[in-house]
């Protein structure tokens, strides 16, 4: 059932994301989140790579146009059920401006979802990409499943984005 038109999906968003905009600047991580207690839970190392490992094309989606300076885990939180999150700010174009995105996991490190925890800009994350996904669902060829050509036509990079990083091994 998770197969073929959602991988086409998948393909083909980021295809269109990568034909759309140049590439962004190499990028410098702080890898680690922040835990007061010192012990890590289970899991958060796997989170921590999904992010790191995919910072650069998590930032196009936030922000299609704009170029990656760093990144930073500003935030990490654990809840009584093994579930948490990590909040991690991305600094573009200089440092000019940055956004936050919250990711939550499951107490295994996979991701459930994300959310936008704050901007320093009036474009906020996702615009940019919705915008695009608008103009490219014409490109997507057929047939595609119901629920991820729903998605796309409500411009949902946000989703598109989580859909990108739950595929990744």
Known sequence: MH????????FTVLAAWL??????????ADP???????????GIDKAQK???????????FMHPTSSLDKMLCTKTRRYDTGEFYLVYA??????????????????DGSLDSI???????????????????????GLIPQPISARVTGLLREGA?????????????
Do not use: C
């Open 3 to 10: 197969t073929g038109a959602v991988n086409l999906a998948r």
């Open 19 to 28: 034909l759309a905009f140049s590439p962004p600047s190499a990028v410098a």
């Open 32 to 42: 680690r989140g922040i835990d007061p207690s010192g012990a890590e839970p289970p």
């Open 50 to 60: 999904l992010v790191d490992d995919h910072k650069t094309i998590i930032a196009r």
């Open 90 to 107: 991305f600094y573009f174009d200089g440092d000019r401006y940055h956004s936050s995105l919250r990711f939550r996991f499951f107490e």
């Open 115 to 137: 959310d936008v925890a704050g901007a320093g800009t009036w474009v906020k994350p996702f615009q940019a990409g919705d915008l695009v996904l608008h103009a490219v669902m």
């Open 157 to 169: 990079t946000k989703t598109a984005l989580e859909l990108w990083l739950r595929s990744r091994p």
